[in-house]
């Protein structure tokens, strides 16, 4: 049995009071004439994994990247812990960002750095750490979380696909977040590794009552993973509730993601 | 049109120097990783720079040597063949090599890290990217150049005294005379002044390339092959500059 499974198995069901983590409320974004974000709101609860599906170019990446600051909306607000995202300057939003993990779709580990080298650059770039004890116990901690203890002095070309991925969620741990945003987590993995990444999804989310948004439009994942689905159209939110209440939607541009 | 993209692109490079002036003085300082590029710009450059200071040198030499002769002149050729090591040849192949060497490296280093969004990692993990990665380069580059030339100068002027006991003889202390006693501060000068600046272009036009490239695959290649061509370009135009200015101010 997996180590991440096990996580899981032994997590405490997590509470879920309606504590909006993020909101993001009438957010427009154009690139030229491309309208990808037109008044788009949403709102993430703690402890929640809310999963945004949508088409191929839809704006889902573009969305999460705007949550953490790496697009600025042409309009609307983005609010995350209670800060609003437009009224950071640079030092605020850094010190933002070590509440919210970001997990990109090709994973961007460090090439030239060792898989402890990797964890260990947003932790010491944060000061987090002020021992090498501390940060030895926290690269441990962050690699059995992900089931990869033996890791650490590899380098990331010498991972497979699926191990990649755990370490860039290992990194994303590292600093604790509340927050995390996975950009198309299962993307290029084989079905079983990608089920394994959906289970360890679902075991971060039980032993750090982190909240997520999950960019994905693989339905397994989506099903395995999501508290609430919402489905990006047109710019906006198209529709959101329950797996079971949005697959059950008559509308075709809604049923037909479901097919 | 061509004249226009021209000017664009220069438009943007000037203001992405504008961004690392800005950014340099700024703390945080990256002091770890400017010596680590120290260390990749100049230490890892060193064996091809010696290599070719020391061809350069020889070669020289040797050319020079039968001309030098017939107008018997040989006692002349240390001078001659240290004048033009210190002055021109070592500066220039030295920024060559460099700008073929590091400029690729960073080139295809940055816009690798662009495409597979390592760039973009760094900066959500509260790293500002643009002084972690472009000003210590940029920086290291531009103190490495110099290191480099000096060290090229030193070589080449070795390689040229063994030139010269190929086919004559003399001590090494009567040839480093013979050219110490003939070089001026004012010919010196200008000649180390300007690696400064050749280090500066290499290294800020080889970030610009790589921290701006296309999102694609394609565009590494691009931004390598574009740093190389662009920085030797400036190398040769800033020497241009340099004996413009120095003959102008008499330093020649």
């Given at each position: 049995?997996?180590?991440?499974?096990?996580?899981?198995?032994?997590?405490?069901?997590?509470?879920?009071?309606?504590?909006?983590?993020?909101?993001?409320?009438?957010?427009?974004?154009?690139?030229?004439?491309?309208?990808?974000?037109?008044?788009?709101?949403?709102?993430?609860?703690?402890?929640?994994?809310?999963?945004?599906?949508?088409?191929?170019?839809?704006?889902?990446?573009?969305?999460?990247?705007?949550?953490?600051?790496?697009?600025?909306?042409?309009?609307?607000?983005?609010?995350v812990l209670g800060q609003d995202l437009g009224a950071l300057d640079h030092a605020g939003l850094d010190r933002l960002r070590t509440k919210l993990g970001f997990l990109f779709q090709s994973n961007a580990l460090y090439d030239s750095m060792t898989v402890r080298e990797n964890l260990l650059f947003p932790l010491r770039r944060q000061w987090l750490a002020h021992t090498p004890a501390q940060e030895a116990e926290l690269v441990r901690q962050a690699l059995t979380d992900v089931g990869l203890a033996d890791t650490a002095a590899l380098l990331p070309a010498a991972l497979s696909g699926g191990m990649?991925?755990?370490?860039?969620?290992?990194?994303?741990?590292?600093?604790r977040p509340d927050i995390i945003l996975y950009d198309e987590p299962t993307t290029g993995l084989d079905p079983i590794t990608a089920r394994e990444i959906d289970h360890l999804i679902r075991a971060v989310q039980a032993k750090y009552n982190t909240s997520a948004v999950i960019i994905s439009h693989d339905l397994a994942c989506v099903r395995l993973t999501a508290d609430r689905v919402a489905l990006l159209a047109e710019g906006r939110c198209y529709a959101q509730g329950t797996y079971a209440e949005v697959s059950a939607n008559a509308d075709p541009k809604v049923h037909d993601f479901f097919i | 049109m061509i004249l226009s993209s021209f000017l664009a692109e220069a438009g943007t490079i000037t203001r992405f120097a504008g961004?690392?002036?800005?950014?340099?003085?700024r703390p945080r300082y990256e002091v770890q990783e400017f010596l680590y590029q120290c260390y990749v710009i100049g230490y890892q450059s060193l064996p091809l720079v010696g290599i070719t200071g020391f061809i350069m040198g020889l070669v020289l030499t040797l050319r020079l040597r039968p001309t030098m002769v017939q107008f018997g002149a040989e006692s002349w050729i240390p001078v001659m063949v240290g004048l033009t090591v210190i002055q021109e040849l070592s500066p220039i192949i030295t920024g060559l090599m460099v700008a073929g060497k590091v400029g690729s490296n960073i080139g295809a280093e940055l816009s690798s890290m662009r495409v597979s969004e390592q760039i973009?990692?760094?900066?959500?993990?509260?790293?500002?990217?643009?002084?972690?990665?472009?000003?210590?380069?940029?920086?290291?580059?531009?103190?490495?150049?110099?290191?480099?030339?000096?060290?090229?100068?030193?070589i080449g002027l070795f390689a040229a005294f063994v030139g010269v006991n190929m086919q004559g003889s003399t001590t090494l202390l009567l040839f480093i005379n013979h050219i110490v006693g003939r070089l001026t501060f004012g010919q010196v000068l200008p000649a180390v002044v300007k690696t400064f600046f050749f280090?500066?272009?290499?290294?800020?036009?080889?970030?610009?390339?790589?921290?701006?490239a296309s999102n694609d695959t394609a565009g590494v290649g691009r931004a390598a092959n574009s740093a190389v061509v662009a920085g030797s370009l400036a190398v040769f135009l800033l020497d241009l500059v340099a004996v413009l200015v120095s003959t102008a101010f008499?330093?020649?």
């Open positions: 049995m997996l180590p991440t499974r096990a996580l899981f198995a032994t997590a405490a069901a997590a509470a879920t009071p309606a504590e909006a983590v993020l909101t993001v409320a009438g957010v427009c974004l154009a690139f030229g004439e491309n309208h990808v974000l037109q008044d788009f709101s949403l709102t993430l609860n703690r402890g929640e994994n809310v999963v945004v599906m949508g088409k191929s170019g839809a704006g889902k990446s573009v969305l999460i990247k705007c949550v953490i600051g790496l697009q600025r909306p042409d309009a609307g607000t983005i609010t990649r991925k755990r370490i860039a969620l290992a990194r994303t741990l590292i600093l | 961004r690392f002036f800005r950014e340099g003085v973009d990692a760094m900066d959500v993990s509260g790293t500002n990217p643009f002084k972690y990665l472009v000003v210590t380069r940029v920086l290291a580059a531009t103190l490495m150049v110099p290191v480099l030339t000096l060290l090229s100068d030193a280090g500066f272009a290499i290294g800020l036009i080889s970030c610009y390339k790589g921290y701006y008499g330093l020649i």
